[in-house]
């Protein structure tokens, strides 16, 4: 099957992935349905292994982390050599215990030869208040950053410094005792020190903690993740006119960011109602 652009592909995840042509994507960027908490769709897919069901709908953990890390190894197929792949994946409780399905999730895309570059947190300064009383508020998930290779492309993205950080740049000297601070001998500090103060420098490199507030969606699909969270992802792991591929695409953020910062984007979805509000969100944010 050759690539469309900029068009979302109706079927599984699993079956759409086999069909497209091999290193044809720069990066992906998604988040996959989450274990035991939703119904996403109505015509289950067929899996390898004998089970038809909705993905997420597995009775064990361990079939749903088998069954969305297929769906990653088509992934990594169609990505490019120097591709980078962004999974926003949440937890689960069952009967009243964390599942830790994130972890088992990023061990066995390891297994699988993925390389694992970075846990973010994509902390929730507004999150859903819930009513329990024996635990505290989870105000967070999880993003997993893999490359496919040792070697990836990946544009710098920087923050601005705190004033905590050039005020006591401005004060301190680089002793005999601090040469070696995290690695940096006395000259390099020196150095980096006086960049710092000369505004020579654009910001600090960006952190791993993302505090972005969800953002509320006016539709039947409950999932959406905020525009702003995947911005960073696409900007990094994505050159312009590239192509960004989300095999769960649902109501089309990952498109419509993409087109906002001048990328091509591939979907894929199961459920037609589902691609018919993707496709009216994403004309309605155009230009």
Not at 54 to 64: R, T, W
Request: net charge positive.
């Amino acid at each position: 099957m050759d690539l469309l652009l900029n068009k979302i592909y109706e079927g599984s995840a699993l079956n759409v992935l086999n069909e497209l042509p091999e290193n044809s994507v720069n990066m992906c960027v998604t988040s996959p349905p989450y274990w035991g908490l939703r119904d996403y769709q109505t015509n289950p897919a067929k899996w390898n292994d004998g089970w038809s069901g909705e993905l997420g709908a597995e009775a064990e953990a361990k079939d749903y982390i088998n069954h969305l890390c297929d769906i990653f190894d088509g992934v990594k197929r169609v990505l490019r050599e120097d591709g980078t792949c962004w999974v926003n994946i949440g937890d689960t409780y069952k009967k009243k215990c964390l599942c830790m399905i994130p972890f088992l999730f990023a061990l066995e895309m390891v297994n699988r030869g993925w390389i694992l570059r970075n846990v973010i947190i994509w902390h929730k300064p507004r999150c859903v208040p819930l009513g329990v009383k024996d635990r505290f508020t989870v105000d967070f998930e999880y993003i997993f950053f893999f490359s496919k290779k040792p070697k990836y492309y990946f544009e710098q993205q920087l923050e601005p410094f705190k004033s905590s950080t050039l005020k006591h740049t401005s004060k301190c000297s680089v002793s005999e005792k601090s040469k070696y601070y995290q690695g940096f001998c006395a000259e390099h500090q020196r150095k980096y020190q006086q960049k710092l103060l000369n505004n020579e420098l654009k910001g600090r490199n960006k952190r791993t903690v993302w505090s972005i507030s969800p953002q509320s969606f006016h539709g039947d699909h409950t999932a959406t993740y905020p525009l702003k969270l995947i911005e960073t992802p696409i900007k990094a792991g994505c050159p312009e006119n590239g192509i960004v591929l989300d095999p769960f695409i649902g109501s089309g953020t990952t498109a419509m960011v993409a087109e906002q910062l001048n990328r091509n984007w591939v979907g894929i979805e199961l459920n037609p109602k589902y691609i018919e509000m993707a496709e009216e969100r994403i004309r309605n944010a155009r230009p």
